[in-house]
């Protein structure tokens, strides 16, 4: 079975400065991806960035990059220069392989505050 | 393309009474998921759909909840009767197969049964 754990619930961030939010998961498919959402006040999901299970290097999207460390099973997400616009909950989320299918499996979610 | 669009936006009913949500995924997409987000559940998968067949329904509640894809444009959730326990954030998402880069989420329905 999948399982996606985010372990920080929420955190503060200053302005300007990076910040990593933890992902870990569980899965026995040798086949899968790793996916992270950003889900602001006004409810909408978001993606931001994807990284499969046999990609070479990590994956970056503008200011966001994917920390991906396969033999400890994590998929850190790192927001480099933060903003006011992303306050928001953040979701990790995978898409298994084999029986799993395209299902996606979604983490509890952190929720990042970022003061000016 | 419009994107996943979801009906209705919000809903308040009473309990007891049949609720229908509506989602139509975007056109190619082959992959349709039902999701319910609450503060205490986070995000639960209720139901996905590969090619208009249901994979897996483990994740709806109870028989009060049920399913369909008639085709690949329509797909509709329905709770009867509905109960105050079940009011949430229902999402409708779409992808291709493999959904490596195209899960796309509609806005969401907010149901509120009193």
């Known amino acids: 079975a999948q399982k996606i754990t985010q372990t920080q619930p929420g955190m503060f961030v200053q302005e300007k400065e990076a910040v990593t939010l933890d992902c870990t998961y569980d899965?026995?498919?040798?086949?899968?991806?790793l996916f992270w959402y950003k889900q602001p006040s006004s409810g909408e999901m978001i993606f931001l960035i994807y990284?499969?299970?046999?990609?070479?290097q990590n994956a970056t999207e503008g200011r966001y990059s994917l920390n991906f460390q396969k033999a400890r099973k994590s998929a850190n997400l790192v927001i480099s220069a933060s903003q006011l616009g992303d306050s928001a909950m953040y979701f990790c989320?995978?898409?298994?392989?084999?029986?799993?299918?395209?299902?996606?499996?979604f983490g509890g979610g952190t929720r990042v505050l970022v003061k000016p | 393309d419009a994107g996943v669009i979801q009906s209705p936006r919000h809903e308040v009913t009473e309990m007891g009474q049949e609720v229908t949500l509506r989602c139509k995924p975007i056109?190619?997409?082959?992959?349709l998921f039902w999701y319910r987000q609450t503060m205490m559940r986070g995000l639960e998968l209720l139901i996905y759909?590969?090619?208009?067949?249901?994979?897996?329904d483990s994740g709806m509640p109870e028989d009060r909840f049920s399913a369909k894809m008639p085709n690949a444009s329509f797909s509709t959730l329905k709770i009867q009767p509905s109960e105050p326990r079940d009011s949430a954030v229902y999402f409708c998402?779409?992808?291709?197969?493999?959904?490596?880069?195209?899960?796309?989420f509609g806005s969401g329905t907010r149901l509120t049964v009193v």
């Open positions: 998402a779409s992808s291709p197969i493999p959904g490596n880069y195209g899960y796309t």
């Open positions: 899965t026995s498919d040798p086949s899968y991806g």
């Open positions: 990284q499969g299970s046999y990609d070479q």
């Open positions: 989320a995978m898409r298994g392989g084999g029986a799993a299918g395209n299902k996606l499996t």
């Open positions: 056109s190619g997409h082959n992959s």
């Open positions: 759909f590969n090619n208009n067949v249901p994979i897996d």
